[in-house]
């Protein structure tokens, strides 16, 4: 129901995915060098809680991205204008 959560890490020039989960579902790539390796597991090993809602799929998330849209333009109409 909901989906895998992969987790990242680079051993070597090795690239190594698996689901936090339990499911066992989970893979590897080999890459040229160890610090490409690296530098894709940091890249992709990521939570964005955060932004949840501000690069939300079109259809599933339609209504939170309308309300943080609506939010947004209310929070910039409400503040106060500099004066030069």
Not at 54 to 73: Q, V
């Amino acid at each position: 129901m909901l989906g895998h959560r992969y987790r990242f890490r680079a051993v070597d020039r090795e690239l190594r995915w698996h689901c936090e989960r339990g499911c066992g579902a989970g893979g590897s790539k080999s890459y040229d060098t160890a610090e490409r390796a690296e530098r894709y597991a940091a890249a992709l090993d990521r939570e964005d809680r955060a932004a949840l809602g501000e690069r939300a799929p079109l259809i599933g998330l339609l209504p939170l991205r309308l309300w943080r849209s609506i939010s947004r333009k209310r929070q910039a109409s409400s503040s106060p204008t500099p004066r030069s």
